[in-house]
């Protein structure tokens, strides 16, 4: 039995040209809301709050110098050359422990993906040695080092393989089997199968060990070398800060923690977001 | 012909039942070694041996002397004399007693923060900046500063761990915050729930994962702070000659790693270093993993056992 309806015929409704629906904002208010803005606004703020502390409180600028006496004694480190010597001495520790420190990981690894026993013994050894910090070593590396270059890249070796070998083997083992039968199936095997199928699937977490590791390896190598400082005035940033603030001149220990900071954020910002935008995101995994 | 006959267009088909197999026939009797062998637990004690082993030997056969590098055994036994005499035990006290001094506070600090920082868009983007911004400055660093305005006590290494513990657990904090659904706030909103109550019954549970990731890192950063800390303070005592930096060190581990090394008995060295394993273990796999079974996966917000 067929209904008969009336025809329904769609009334298009005009697009309304007279009613404006957007707010309106002064350039103020959308300047203000723009992030860079806002964030700027938070550090001017802390700036100024810090200089004011500073000639208000009327404090010791031995003790506490100003925002605009640092920055005078960061131009003159700048000037004499001195911050960029310690920041070299401080990466060159940096440039041998961090590749080091990957190859040992790398080695550890391939022998944990190929045996049994060899993953058992990386498990056990990344247990015993993650929780210990690298820092603590730093007595024994100056018995067998001594007071030198090779203690500090000992001990950032060691903050270093255990990060990036516990985070590479979670990944590896979070990888699809799936993934890995098809590249058994292309007869791919051994370092092969780890070079082109569980490296680049495992990658996100491999960064991340990478970075937990730089940020272990940043901190450990200026506390050794603060602690080096303390010992024999020697080394780079962070016995620049140790020597600087026994000599009481806390201006220049507050530059190099402001450089100390840029390069914290350098690294992190720049190095690791733009490897992770030529890897993982364009890969999108 | 019925109707179903017509549809299948094809014969009847009766499926035959297949007798079980004998158990006896397929299951094969594994030498008890290898049995043995599959347990993980057995591997794990047999790869530890014989490290040991070969440590042993290595050391040894090698005639290095024993301030070098002593032997397992020799570890073992200045461990032994260590819990025997207190003097790890009190090393160990010492320094978890300023830890837990130091992340309590700590932690008290970073919830004020992240509170005012839910309650006010400038709060917010003070505390991200300043957070990400601090970060990446190793604690460490500023102890030498803390010493000069605290002197050299337990004031400064407490300075000194709230940095390493404020800016982490206050920008994981941030992060878990910024990333609950919208669904869950307006939900909270519609019980009627601000303020302080909003923050505990809907903030803090769904961002509970990623605050435990937060307290996890802060305690790793602390803890190597605290070593450091009092390494250096024995760097003073040795190098500048403060008098009674032992005392206002409390002489916690690192600083008993410190002493042996600059007595000379790296076997205590080694015992120090086997103590502090032994804690940093503990932290992670009792206390820290109790912490998240006890919350976050009981309220199923990760899988259990990864």
């Known amino acids: ?285 | 012909m019925t109707s179903h006959d017509r549809f299948l267009g094809r014969e009847e088909r009766h499926l035959t039942v297949i007798p079980p197999v004998d158990d006896a026939a397929v299951t094969r009797d594994r030498a008890l070694i290898d049995r043995l062998w599959n347990i993980d637990i057995t591997r794990k004690v047999t790869i530890l041996l014989a490290l040991g082993l070969i440590w042993e030997l290595g050391v040894l056969s090698s005639n290095v002397s024993d301030q070098v590098m002593p032997t397992a055994s020799a570890t073992l036994a200045a461990f032994g004399e260590g819990l025997a005499s207190g003097a790890i035990q009190t090393a160990a006290w010492n320094s978890i007693k300023t830890l837990l001094s130091g992340y309590g506070i700590g932690l008290a600090v970073s919830s004020v923060f992240v509170s005012i920082a839910v309650a006010w868009r400038f709060g917010t983007d003070m505390l991200t900046t300043l957070s990400a911004m601090l970060n990446p400055l190793p604690a460490i660093a500023l102890l030498p500063l803390a010493m000069i305005w605290f002197g050299l006590g337990k004031g400064a290494i407490i300075f000194t761990l709230l940095h390493s513990i404020v800016w982490p657990v206050s920008l994981y904090a941030m992060t878990g915050i910024r990333g609950i659904s919208p669904t869950l706030k307006m939900m909270g909103r519609n019980y009627g729930l601000r303020g302080p109550r909003f923050i505990l019954l809907i903030l803090l549970p769904a961002a509970f994962p990623t605050i435990i990731s937060g307290l996890r890192i802060a305690w790793a950063f602390a803890w190597r702070t605290l070593m450091a800390a009092e390494l250096v303070f024995g760097g003073q005592v040795s190098g500048g000659g403060f008098a009674g930096a032992e005392a206002g060190n409390s002489g916690g581990l690192g600083w008993y790693i410190f002493r042996s090394q600059m007595e000379n008995q790296t076997a205590s060295v080694f015992a120090g270093l086997l103590a502090i394993i032994v804690i940093g273990i503990f932290v992670e796999n009792v206390l820290l993993r109790g912490v998240e079974r006890l919350t976050v996966e009981r309220w199923g917000m990760t899988r259990s056992g990864s």
């Open chain 1, 1 to 285: 039995m067929n209904v008969e309806r009336p025809e329904y015929v769609v009334e298009r409704i005009e697009r309304p040209t007279d009613i404006d629906i957007s707010i309106k904002r002064s350039a103020l208010a959308q300047f203000l809301d723009r992030e860079i803005t806002r964030k700027a606004a938070v550090l001017l703020l802390v700036a100024i709050t810090w200089e004011l502390y500073v000639r208000i409180g009327d404090v010791n600028a031995l003790l506490f110098p100003g925002f605009l006496e640092t920055c005078a004694a960061l131009w003159e480190l700048i000037l004499s050359g001195e911050i960029f010597r310690k920041a070299y001495y401080s990466f060159r520790i940096l440039a041998f422990g961090y590749p080091i420190g990957i190859l040992l990981a790398a080695a550890l690894i391939v022998l944990a993906s190929s045996t049994r026993i060899g993953r058992d013994f990386l498990g056990l050894i990344t247990s015993i040695f993650q929780p210990l910090p690298a820092i603590a070593l730093l007595p024994l590396a100056t018995i067998w080092f001594g007071f030198g270059t090779s203690s500090l890249v000992f001990v950032t070796v060691h903050s270093i393989v255990w990060a990036v070998a516990l985070s590479t083997v979670a990944g590896f083992a979070a990888v699809g089997r799936t993934m890995v039968m098809v590249g058994e199936n292309y007869g791919v095997t051994g370092i092969k199968l780890i070079r082109l199928v569980l490296v680049p699937a495992a990658l996100p977490s491999i960064l991340t060990g990478l970075r937990i590791a730089w940020a272990f390896a940043w901190r450990t190598l200026i506390g050794a070398e603060v602690i080096f400082g303390a010992v024999s005035g020697e080394g780079g940033l962070g016995g620049m800060v140790f020597e600087n603030s026994d000599w009481l001149r806390t201006d220049a220990v507050f530059a190099t923690l402001v450089v100390i900071i840029l390069i914290g954020l350098a690294v992190e910002n720049l190095v690791f977001i733009n490897i992770e935008k030529m890897t993982v995101r364009k890969w999108q995994a």
